[in-house]
């Protein structure tokens, strides 16, 4: 069945830094990717929704300019959190949605565990 | 606004008997129900979807059952495996405005030996 997979699966990086996390939909092409966070104990929180050659749209609160998302291709999408800070720390997953024989499919990254010291 | 519920936070069930997993939601828009099982620190596998149009899917050990008029959709597990113990996410989908998932808050499911 289609993959999604994430790279790096998990960073350490000092504060101030930027860090690219990669998300590719494998054997599946992706029309639209989207970037979660997940804070502990807490559902997922949606960050931004990206179509392919088209600038992210993101969600209430997130900054745009902290959170850079690129959508090349079907499937490829990158997040960069800028200028990272302590408080950036989280698991950030990426989902790529498309449909296939089953129907409409959406499927989930392993995930990318960001610590920032 | 939770427009996805799941009202029970935890369900447990015996090795080889049906888990039940219920989701309500409130936007009668919606065109999509997808169910997810989700381990700490790992992204969400998707399970089966069902479209608005139908009320009943079934793949392998899963079926999903759409009740349109009353909001409601369930995630039925036949015959439970002590691996299928995970959270459980209902999440809908709406074709305009954004169109991302909105998920339920979970059900852990535990499935004893």
């Known amino acids: 069945g289609a993959v999604v997979s994430q790279h790096p699966s998990w960073v350490i990086c000092k504060s101030g830094t930027s860090v690219k996390i990669e998300c590719r939909s494998l054997?599946?092409?992706?029309?639209?990717m989207f970037w979660y966070r997940q804070f502990p104990k807490q559902s997922l929180m949606l960050m931004a929704t990206?179509?392919?050659?088209?600038?992210?749209?993101?969600e209430q609160g997130v900054e745009k300019d902290k959170f850079l998302i690129n959508h090349a291709s079907l499937t490829l999408s990158t997040l960069t959190v800028t200028s990272a800070h302590p408080e950036d720390s989280s698991f950030y997953i990426c989902?790529?949605?498309?449909?296939?024989?089953?129907?409409?499919?959406?499927?989930f990254g392993p995930g990318t565990r960001l610590t920032v010291l | 606004d939770q427009q996805v519920k799941q009202n029970s936070p935890s369900l447990s069930v015996q090795e080889g008997r049906i888990s039940i997993l219920n989701c309500d939601y409130t936007?009668?828009?919606?065109?999509?129900f997808l169910w997810y099982k989700k381990y700490p620190a790992e992204g969400p596998t998707f399970l089966i979807s069902?479209?608005?149009?139908?009320d009943k899917n079934e793949d392998g050990r899963f079926t999903v059952f759409l009740n349109k008029s009353a909001k409601h959709l369930s995630l039925h597990i036949v015959p439970s495996q002590p691996g299928d113990s995970a959270v459980y996410f209902c999440?809908?989908?709406?074709?305009?405005?954004?169109?991302?998932?909105?998920f339920g808050s979970g059900t852990r499911l535990q499935v004893q030996p």
């Open positions: 989902s790529a949605r498309g449909t296939s024989g089953r129907g409409l499919v959406q499927f």
């Open positions: 054997d599946f092409q992706a029309t639209t």
């Open positions: 990206s179509n392919e050659g088209s600038k992210a749209t993101y």
């Open positions: 936007n009668s828009m919606f065109d999509y």
């Open positions: 069902i479209s608005s149009i139908k």
């Open positions: 999440a809908a989908y709406l074709h305009t405005g954004r169109r991302a998932l909105t």
